[in-house]
C-alpha cells in the first residue's frame, strides 16, 4: 500500500512509475494506474509462497530463516531480477526506491549502474533488525552475497548489514513522535510521517449490503482482523470472537480465511464474517480494533482514531505493538497470554475514556502531517544527485555510523573461518543462545504483565 500511494503520488506530478515486485501484486498495481514488472513466473511464485509459509521468524526457526537469506541471494534470481532492471537503469533521471534490504537486486543495480537509491523501512523494526540480523546471519550472509558480487564482476564487501547500510539517506514511514531513535537523528533517517491512505480508493471501498445492514442493526463493533497469513495454530480467532461475544460486544471478523473461525461463531446477531473490507470506510464505524500489529493497520487505526488490542506474535509485530501500548493508545498482549479471560480484561482496557483521549490526540496530530508531499519532493530531489549514489569506497565506515548500537565487525565479525561440512554452518550454539534470549524474554514479559491490574484476572497461562 505504501508505494502504491507513492507511485499514484509521483505520476500525478508527470513521472513515469514502473513497480518491480512479486507476481501477485500484477492486478493491485496495474489497478492503481502503474506500469509493473513481476520479478518471477506464476509457478515460481507458487513455489516461493510455499516456501516462506514454513518461516516463523528469525528468532524461532534459525536454519529456516538463514536459507531463506541464501534463496535471496541465489545467483540465478538476482542475475535474472537486474537483466529486468538494466533498461530502465539506462535512463539518466532513474530513481531506485527500495523496501530496505528486501531487494538485493535492487541495491547491485544502484551500485553497478551508479543510479540513485532511496532505500524505505516501513516501521520502525526495520532499523532494530539490522542487529539482530548482524548478530545472527552475518557471516552467512556476507558469504552469500560475495558469491553473487564475484559473478558480476564486483569486488567482495566485508559485511552484509555494513552493504544494506551503505545509502545515505533513509524514509522512514512513520513520524518522530511515533518512535525516534538516537540514529533517525544522527545518521540520515527521515522520519516524514504515516501516508495517508485515504487518497488511495480500491476497487472494493465501501460496504456491501450485509455489511451496512450489520453496522445500522446496533451499536459500533469490535473489529478482529488477521495477518495475510493462514497459520492459526493457537486460535487467534476463537479466543478474540469468544472473549469479546462473553462481554457482550458485537463482533465484525475480516479475514479471507473463514475456515478459521467455529461456525458456531458467526454469522449470528452479534458476530459477521466477511472476507475483505476497506478498512478506509470501516474504522469510522469501529468501537476499536484487535488485530496482528501490522504497521498497515496501525496506521488506519491511527487515523481514525481507533483504540487498538494488538496480538502480536512474530517479525515486526510485537515492536510495533509495545510502542502503541507505550504511546497509551491500546493494549498489547504477546502470544503466550493469549486466553479468553485476559483478552476479555484487554478489552476493557481498550475501551477506558483515557485511551480514547490518547487516540484522538495523536490522530489530530497525524491530520496535520503531509508525508506524501514531503516524501515526494525528496524522491524528485534524488534524480541526478551524486548525495543519493552508493559509494562502496564508504561501505566499511557507513556501518559503523548507520547500524543500531555502534557495532563494529573489525572486533566483533568472525574472520578466516571456514565453514562446516557442505558449507552449513553449526546451529547450535546459536540456537542455545537463541534459546536464552527466549527465556530471558518470557521471564520479562511475565514479571511486564504480573503486575498489570487488568482487573487482577491476569492469567499465566501459557508462560
Known amino acids: 500500500m505504501p508505494f502504491i500511494v507513492l507511485g499514484q503520488a509521483l505520476k500525478r506530478l508527470g513521472h513515469d512509475v514502473t513497480f518491480f515486485t512479486h507476481y501477485e501484486n500484477e492486478a493491485e498495481v496495474v489497478g492503481a494506474g502503474l ?49 529486468k532492471l538494466k533498461p530502465y537503469c539506462l535512463f539518466d533521471d532513474v530513481v531506485l526506491i527500495t523496501r530496505f534490504s528486501s531487494s538485493i537486486s535492487s541495491l547491485l ?36 552475497l560475495n558469491i553473487v558480487r564475484e559473478t558480476l564482476g564486483l569486488p567482495p564487501v566485508k559485511s552484509y548489514c555494513e552493504w544494506t547500510c551503505i545509502m545515505k539517506y533513509k524514509i522512514c514511514l512513520w513520524p518522530k513522535w511515533f518512535y525516534h531513535h538516537q540514529h533517525i537523528q544522527q545518521n540520515y533517517f527521515i522520519a516524514v510521517g504515516f501516508l495517508d491512505y485515504s487518497v488511495y480508493k480500491s476497487a472494493s471501498h465501501g460496504f456491501t449490503k450485509e455489511v451496512t445492514e450489520f453496522l445500522a442493526r446496533g451499536e459500533a463493533p469490535i473489529i478482529i482482523s488477521g495477518s495475510s ?100 493508545l491500546g493494549e498489547f498482549l504477546p502470544v503466550a497470554w493469549w486466553s479468553v479471560n485476559n483478552i476479555k480484561a484487554a478489552v476493557k482496557e481498550v475501551l477506558d475514556n483515557k485511551i480514547r483521549l490518547n487516540c484522538n490526540h495523536y490522530g489530530n496530530m497525524m491530520l496535520k502531517e503531509n508525508a506524501i508531499s514531503r516524501t515526494t519532493k525528496i524522491l524528485e530531489s534524488a534524480a541526478g544527485n551524486p548525495q543519493f549514489l552508493i559509494d562502496i569506497t ?70
Open 35 to 83: 506500469q509493473f514488472v513481476s520479478w518471477e513466473t506464476k509457478e515460481e511464485w507458487d513455489e516461493y509462497v510455499r516456501f516462506i509459509q514454513q518461516v516463523r521468524g528469525p528468532m524461532l526457526q534459525i536454519e529456516q530463516y538463514e536459507k531463506f537469506f541464501e534463496e535471496s541471494f541465489a545467483v540465478g534470481k538476482c542475475r535474472n531480477e537486474l537483466a
Open 109 to 144: 543495480a544502484a551500485e553497478i549502474y551508479q543510479k540513485p537509491i532511496v532505500p524505505f523501512f516501513l516501521s520502525p523494526s526495520y532499523i532494530t533488525q539490522i542487529r539482530i540480523d548482524y548478530d545472527l546471519f552475518e557471516e552467512s550472509n556476507t558469504r552469500a
Open 229 to 328: 497469513g493462514k497459520d492459526d495454530t493457537l486460535k487467534y480467532f476463537d479466543i478474540a470472537i469468544s472473549a469479546c461475544v462473553q462481554l457482550g460486544l458485537r463482533v465484525l471478523v475480516v479475514t479471507p480465511f473463514q475456515e478459521l473461525i467455529p461456525a458456531q461463531l458467526i454469522d449470528n446477531d452479534s458476530v459477521k464474517w466477511v472476507d475483505f473490507i476497506d478498512f478506509e470506510a470501516l474504522l469510522p464505524y469501529a468501537k476499536a480494533i484487535i488485530h496482528h500489529g501490522g504497521i498497515g493497520t496501525i496506521t488506519y487505526a491511527l487515523r481514525y482514531k481507533v483504540p487498538q488490542l494488538i496480538l502480536a506474535g512474530n517479525i515486526d509485530r510485537p515492536f510495533n505493538a509495545s510502542i502503541i501500548k507505550k504511546l497509551g
Open 394 to 463: 564508504k561501505v566499511l565506515s557507513t556501518a559503523y555510523e548507520c547500524a543500531p548500537y555502534n557495532f563494529n565487525p573489525e572486533t566483533n565479525a568472525s574472520k578466516g573461518q571456514e565453514p562446516t561440512e557442505s558449507g552449513k554452518k553449526d546451529h547450535s550454539k546459536l540456537q542455545n543462545i537463541v534459546d536464552k534470549r527466549k527465556d530471558i524474554l518470557t521471564k520479562l514479559l511475565h514479571e511486564k504483565l504480573s503486575g498489570k491490574n487488568f482487573n487482577n484476572k491476569v492469567e499465566n497461562k501459557n508462560v
